[in-house]
Nanobody
Framework: QVQLVESGGGLVQAGGSLRLSCAAS????????MGWYRQAPGKQRELVAT???????DYAASVTGRFTISRDNAKNTVYLQMNSLKPEDTAKYYC????????????????WGQGTQVTVSS
C-alpha cells in the first residue's frame, strides 16, 4: 500500500557530502515517523535519524552535527543531508516510514525502501 523509492546514494571522498531522498507513494492516510537506517557489511542495521510529523528529529550520536534529516510533507518525501562524510559512514541506507492506512480501520505499519548504497573513500 505504500511504496518508497530512495535516491541520492553514490561514491564520495571523505569530507564530501551527499543528499539522500525517499519519496513515498500509494494509498495511505498519513505518514507519521520517517527515518533513515543503515547497514554495513557484517553489521546490524542501525538507526541514523528520524523525524516525526511535527518535525521533531532524533539522531544517532555518530552522525549528530554532520547529518540533517528533513521532510517535505507536500511531496511525501524525507531527505538526509550528509556532510563531512567519513569512511565509517559507508553502508546501505534504508528509508523507513510508519504510515497510517485505512482498510476498514486505521492501521499503522512500517514500510521500508529498497536501500541506496553510500560509499565513502578515504
Amino acid at each position: 500500500q505504500v511504496q518508497l523509492v530512495e535516491s541520492g546514494g553514490g561514491l564520495v571522498q571523505a569530507g564530501g557530502s551527499l543528499r539522500l531522498s525517499c519519496a513515498a507513494s500509494g494509498r495511505f492516510f498519513r505518514l507519521n515517523v520517517m527515518g533513515w537506517y543503515r547497514q554495513a557489511p557484517g553489521k546490524q542495521r542501525e538507526l541514523v535519524a528520524t523525524i516525526n510529523s511535527s518535525g521533531s528529529t532524533d539522531y544517532a550520536a555518530s552522525v549528530t552535527g554532520r547529518f540533517t534529516i528533513s521532510r517535505d510533507n507536500a511531496k511525501n518525501t524525507v531527505y538526509l543531508q550528509m556532510n563531512s562524510l567519513k569512511p565509517e559512514d559507508t553502508a546501505k541506507y534504508y528509508c523507513k516510514v510508519v504510515a497510517t492506512t485505512y482498510t476498514g480501520a486505521y492501521v499503522n505499519n512500517n514500510y521500508w525502501g529498497q536501500g541506496t548504497q553510500v560509499t565513502v573513500s578515504s
